[in-house]
């Protein structure tokens, strides 16, 4: 399985960068003028919610991959009250909205009935957040895997319940301040040890499809919504969407956390098919997780007052697992 096409960008001598020799065909889905702005204008999620561009990113790449025809199943969550307030609505796109657990069964009821119509042509997403999907949703998800539905299902992982207060889900990561997990004690935040990892739990079912992305890799992520829409049968997509407002950090910086996210080794991005890794993308700079929880108000107390070396070298060996796990380092790193 071939990774992402690597475009070459040129410095001009100023502080744009950019390639203006790329075809209309090697370019982003969201540099074409007649993308289908799925999610568009009017919504009101936070300034610089990385929810909101995960979710235009997969579905303009979702809505191209299949010429328009696609039918989108979403969990109650941010996305669905900050894009559908009765009785306005931000999307262009055939939309249903469930309860907050049955979005992947109801995407596999949509899919079973558009099947007895003989409507091959028209594709479904199901999306949902971490609470909806991970914790809420997850038998439902867990069913549709086994029975093989032909749905892809997103996750936008913002790594807790943002809509209702910034509660701990299962995929809150250690040591993460939240409303649930305050930073009290010995051991401050949510605990080490707890928690669901949904990709390897969707790769135990040995789907035809799982990858992860972030929304720092536009090209990345597109290209794996573009290979799991020319399957059929059940995929899994798992992107991370910092959420400035529930892990504390500025507006402006959403895209830059989700790209430190991943080159600490916090976040691995890889596909699967049938259970088996079979690529990922490599850490071309590799940083210390220092440099991915300072800018995040959620670990402030990892620094403050004094700073809490034994956690953060805790955390520092997580990476490293994942690093090893996935074989992350790039060949040059990992030659050094």
């Known amino acids: 399985m071939s990774a992402a096409p690597q475009v070459k960008f040129y410095q001009v001598g100023s502080f744009a960068a950019g390639n203006r020799l790329l075809g209309p065909e090697a370019q982003s889905d969201q540099a074409d003028p007649g993308r289908s702005n799925a999610l568009t204008c009017g ?31 979403n969990a109650t969550g941010c996305l669905e009250v900050f894009s559908t307030p009765y009785p306005e609505t931000s999307w262009q796109l055939p939309w249903l909205h469930s309860l907050f657990g049955n979005a992947p069964a109801v995407a596999a009821g949509v899919a079973a009935a558009l099947r007895a119509k003989g409507r091959t042509d028209v594709r479904v ?44 889900s299962g995929a809150t990561p250690p040591t993460a301040r939240t409303a649930t997990t305050q930073a009290v004690g010995e051991q401050p935040g949510a605990s080490f040890g707890q928690g669901k990892n949904l990709p390897l739990i969707a790769m135990a079912h040995e789907i035809p499809y799982v990858a992860t992305a972030t929304v720092a ?19 899994y997509l798992h992107v991370l969407v910092p959420c400035p407002l529930g892990w504390g ?26 259970g088996v890794v079979t690529d990922v993308t490599p850490i071309r700079r590799r940083l210390p997780v220092e440099e991915y929880l300072r800018p995040q108000k ?39």
């Open 43 to 73: 919504h009101r999620a936070c300034q610089g919610c990385g929810e909101a561009l995960g979710a235009r990113y997969a579905l303009d790449a979702a809505q191209r991959a299949a010429g328009g025809k696609v039918i989108a199943v």
């Open 125 to 168: 997403v199901g999306q949902g957040g971490d609470g909806g999907t991970v914790d809420i949703g997850l038998g439902c998800l867990s069913g549709m895997f086994e029975r093989d539905d032909d749905v892809l299902y997103i996750c936008y992982d913002n790594e807790a319940y943002m809509n209702t207060g910034v509660q701990r």
């Open 217 to 235: 890799g536009l090209r990345d992520l597109e290209a794996k919504v573009h290979r799991a829409m020319g399957m059929r049968g059940a995929r």
């Open 249 to 274: 950090t500025a507006s402006h910086d959403t895209v830059r956390i989700a790209r430190l996210a991943e080159q600490t080794g916090l976040f691995p991005v890889f596909e699967a098919t049938g």
């Open 298 to 336: 959620r670990y402030a107390h990892l620094f403050e007052p004094e700073p809490r070396t034994d956690v953060i070298a805790r955390l520092q060996r997580v990476a490293d697992r994942n690093i090893a796990r996935f074989g992350l380092l790039a060949q040059e790193e990992a030659s050094s």
